[in-house]
T-cell receptor
């Protein structure tokens, strides 16, 4: 089975609504990252989040290492938030990323 | 701007042809990667390179090989392409230890094998 599982696989919101994206890891977690991918575009790192809570503008990431899970909260969603959000587990050496399948977010006006 | 550049952006090849995907980075990162992305599967690691001529298989290396003769350049080669290698290929680079979001991805190469 997949080491990194994301839910939901897709999400449609009205502009202004909040979103909660989940990431669960089947193996022990050392550290992880959240990435954002524009439609048809490259990946950009959103959070490097070994443990605890981090916030950047309308985005908040919370990672609980012992429970092997992480969440990404998007508040007051905007149309420009549309795209795919991917979480990834970093291996112990910190070099290799193992990705989840992603959550495709669509924000409508 | 620090960046990872991939060429070409789009490529159509016939089954059995050889394919060369090229990637360059201007950050002097030691570690470089090739991933492929397929719907619902996220990104899967094909190969990782720790420096010049220091390459290791990733999770799905079968059907691929790589070449890294200069630190700034990392190539992915498909000898005799297959239709199931149709995918979007991403190159990335990072500097060890990977931390604080220093992973940088290229814009991807869309490969169609017909």
């Amino acid at each position: 089975g997949q080491q990194v599982q994301q839910s939901p696989t897709s999400l449609v919101l009205q502009e202004g609504e909040n979103a909660e994206l989940q990431c669960n890891f089947s193996t022990s977690l050392n550290s992880m990252q959240w990435f954002y991918q524009r439609p048809g575009g490259s990946l950009v790192s959103v959070f490097y989040n070994p443990s605890g809570t981090k916030q950047s503008g309308r985005l908040t990431s919370t990672t609980v290492i012992k429970e092997r899970r992480s969440s990404l909260h998007i508040s007051s969603s905007q149309i420009t938030d549309s795209g795919t959000y991917l979480c990834a587990r970093l291996n112990n050496a910190g070099a290799k990323l193992t990705f989840g399948g992603g959550t495709r977010l669509t924000v409508r006006p | 701007d620090m960046k990872v550049t991939q060429m070409p952006r789009y490529l159509i090849k016939r089954m059995g042809e050889n394919v060369l995907l090229e990637c360059g980075q201007d950050m002097s990162h030691e570690t470089m990667y090739w991933y492929r992305q397929d719907p619902g599967l996220g990104l899967q690691l094909i190969y990782i390179s720790y420096d010049v001529d220091s390459n290791s298989e990733g999770d799905i290396p079968k059907g691929y090989r790589v070449s890294r003769k200069k630190r700034e350049h990392f190539s992915l080669i498909l000898d005799s392409a297959k239709t199931n290698q149709t995918s979007v290929y991403f190159c990335a680079s990072s500097s060890p230890p990977t931390s604080n979001s220093d992973y940088t991805f290229g814009s991807g190469t869309r490969l169609l094998v017909i």
